[in-house]
Every structure is written in C-alpha cells, then in structure tokens.
C-alpha cells in the first residue's frame, strides 16, 4: 500500500505532537503539556481520573508534577490510524524518575483520539499502566547528577 505525501506528513506531524508531550511532561511543564490538548479534550489516566477542557488538564497536570523531582517520560512503539481531520493512535511509554521520594517506574500504554485544528491536538489520551515498581534499593539522583 502506497502512503500519500499528505499521510505521511500527518503521521510525522502526529508523532511531533507525541514527543511534544514527552518533552513537555519531562520539564514538568504543566502549561506546554496544556497547550497540546483541544480546548475541549480529555486526559484520562486510569486509577488518578478523567480531566475534561483545559482548565481541568492544567490543574491536573499542576498537581501531578507537584510530587516530581525528577521525571523521564519516553514514547516508545507506536501505531497511528489516519480518518481525515481526526485520527487514533496507541503509543507504549516507560516512565520512571522520583515522586515523594520513592523512585517509580510505569511502562504503560497511551491510547490517543487525535484532531486537526491548526495543527494536530490531542482529542483524548487514556493512560493504562502495564508495569509498575515503586522503591528500591538503589539510590535515585535527579538531575544535575553530583560528580562521580
């Protein structure tokens, strides 16, 4: 099956917007991660709730950060669906870092409804986690690490 320029193009946009989010969830910024949903979209993160508008997501996002020291959110394996302006996509993350001082890890899987507005946004992202440790007898350093 031969893609389009058009789907490509849409594809990479659509993974921009996934590393975007990395990125933004990475320097604990709540109002980049924010910015990345339509207005009316949806994060859904099961076990901590369904946060619907911006407003909702930003306090959210405010309030999850809060227990971070130190976070690494990396998208790994994906899978993009294309219908138009609107799309879905599942993306498996690993996370790991320092919350309330107890190191976390959480390999999970984003399931994402995606929408063209002037660019693409995040119409819904649900967050089911597959994996997680909390604590462990290794020390955790966050960044920037002491000298060696």
Excluded: K
């Excluded at 996934?18 to 604990?28: C, E, G, I, P, Q």
């Excluded at 709730?49 to 959110?73: C, K, N, P, V, Y």
Aim: charged content about 25%; aromatic content about 12%; glycine content about 8%.
């Amino acid at each position: 099956m031969e893609a389009s320029l058009n789907s490509i193009a849409d594809r990479l946009a659509i993974s921009d917007l996934v590393a975007d989010f990395a990125d933004a969830v990475n320097r604990l910024d709540a109002a980049a991660v924010t910015a990345l949903f339509a207005p009316d979209g949806v994060w859904e993160v099961v076990n901590w709730g369904t946060h619907q508008g911006r407003d909702d997501i930003r306090a959210f996002a405010d309030e999850l950060f809060s227990h971070w020291a130190g976070l690494m959110h990396c998208a790994h394996t994906s899978r993009v669906w294309l219908d138009g302006d609107r799309a879905t996509g599942r993306w498996h993350v690993t996370e790991f870092g320092l919350r309330d001082g107890e190191e976390l890890r959480v390999g999970g899987v984003y399931r994402d409804e995606y929408v063209r507005l002037d660019g693409w946004a995040f119409a819904r992202r649900r967050f089911d986690i597959l994996f997680r440790r909390i604590g462990g007898s290794a020390p955790v350093e966050t960044y920037p690490l002491s000298e060696l």
